[in-house]
């Protein structure tokens, strides 16, 4: 079975809960398709299937590209980290001049190309860890990504350089352990409804900050 047939087969179209506007392949329950992946695991060495949800912090960066899509009009952007591909999505309708989207799980991609397909959009691909990459963009948006002290501490002396060459930084967070504490400015809050299969809470409250150079 290829990627694609995989995701067809474990996922339904659905939506995420405040961003109706963008049709994803989503898992309707948990448990299967965490085995169901688990399987694969064996066979691929993939990763567990976060890119099967709509996180919190991708859904409010979608949000707030949709509602003000003149914050991404015209720009090149990089949805790190983009588990399905839902902040990739949105700012390409929001005008954007070109959307990559950077994952290491080829399930992630593979997830990701299937959404913008659905939406009708063309999303740039990039498979591998593009940390320490030079810059070559001017929004880099990140959903979620400081959950672990491991990834934290992986790519946060170089979202900083990314700043220092010239790029803004979102960072859409959850109230996540690790999210660093200096250097941060508020861009927009909001509540994001969830499930108690994914987090301890039904709602997650979600801040996008701006990250600045300096630590």
Known sequence: MDAEAF???????GFAAIVPEI????????????????????????????WAFAWPG???????????????????VLDFAAGCGLAAIACVQAGAASVEAAEIDPLAIAATLLNARTN???????????VGDACRWDLILCGDVCYEAP?????????????????E?????PGRAYLPRAG??????????????LENTLTRPVT???LSSAS
Do not use: C, N
Not at 7 to 13: A, G, Q, S
Not at 151 to 167: D, E, K, Q, S
């Open 151 to 167: 990834m934290t501490g992986h790519i946060l002396p170089w979202l900083r350089a990314m700043v220092a060459a010239g790029a």
């Open 184 to 197: 941060m400015e508020v861009v927009a809050a909001m509540t994001v409804p969830t499930t108690l299969e």
């Open 7 to 13: 995701l067809r087969l474990h996922t339904r179209p």
């Open 120 to 130: 009708g959009v063309e999303v740039m691909a990039e498979t591998r860890d593009v």
């Open 23 to 50: 049709a994803l392949h989503l898992a309707s329950e948990i448990t299967p398709i965490w085995q169901a992946t688990e399987a694969w695991l064996v066979e691929t060495g993939i990763e567990p299937p976060f």
């Open 208 to 210: 996008i900050y701006r």
């Open 169 to 173: 930084v979102w960072i859409a967070d």
């Open 58 to 76: 991708s859904q409010a960066l979608a949000r707030v590209v949709l509602d003000q899509p003149a914050l991404v009009a015209g720009k090149r």
